[in-house]
């Protein structure tokens, strides 16, 4: 396993749960699962894909492109684990890159082609236009309305556990980080950001309507 899939796992029991909704089909329990792993799954982008496609928006690109394929592929997922998750994930995103990759290079070499044969030999047009690329069906539909609906959901946590979520995702900072931040201990941190993930799981399984708990106290 890479070596940068350190950091912070789910409790097992969280990860068991959701897994278990998530081969029930729930569209939201997979939306919280990729976007627990988003983090480790986006470094793992930054260091694999083509310098030439580097940027912040395509490492954005793939993992949602990866995500989608995820979602496609996942009756194909038999493992039990977060780590054997996370593997799943990152095959599906080195196989996207392998395609954003190929991409590029089609686009260049067609380019290419365009700029040298812009005219037959006579001056006159070539009378053909290179056919548009095939406009693949939108199976993105689903996910997207997902994370619109956990990106509600977020918003609608209280005040602590939304600011440690979005440190946390955000800002890419540690549970140390976010607790100095916020003004509380790092332990404090962590149980506020692992108190609104369970917040979210619920309400994206059907527990849209309850009402949020009061924010806890500084500790």
């Not at 070499?109 to 001056?123: F, N, S, T």
């Not at 997207?144 to 890419?172: C, G, K, M, S, V």
């Not at 979210?200 to 806890?216: K, V």
């Amino acid at each position: 396993m890479d070596a940068e899939q350190g950091g912070e796992d789910l409790p097992p029991e969280q990860f068991t749960r959701l897994l278990a909704e998530v081969r029930k089909g729930s569209h939201g329990a997979f939306g919280l699962l990729i976007q627990w792993k988003r983090r480790q799954c986006e470094r793992f982008i930054a260091r694999r894909i083509d310098p030439a496609l580097q940027s912040k928006d395509a490492v954005s690109d793939i993992y949602q492109d990866a995500m989608i394929e995820a979602w496609r592929d996942f009756h194909q997922f038999r493992g039990a684990s977060e780590g054997e998750f996370y593997g799943f994930l990152q095959s599906i995103i080195a196989n996207t890159i392998r395609d954003s990759r190929r991409r590029f290079t089609d686009t260049q070499k067609r380019d290419v082609g365009r700029e040298i044969r812009l005219r037959d030999d006579d001056g006159s047009s070539p009378g053909f236009e290179p056919a548009a690329s095939a406009r693949q069906p939108d199976r993105s539909a689903e996910l997207h309305e997902e994370q619109r609906l956990l990106a509600a959901e977020i918003e609608r946590l209280p005040d602590d556990y939304r600011a440690a979520w979005t440190l946390y995702f955000e800002e890419n900072l540690s549970f140390v980080e976010i607790g100095n931040r916020m003004g509380r201990s790092g332990e404090a941190a962590r149980k506020l950001f692992h108190r609104g993930f369970a917040i979210l799981r619920e309400r994206m399984n059907g527990g849209r309507g309850a009402d949020p708990p009061e924010s806890p106290g500084h500790r």
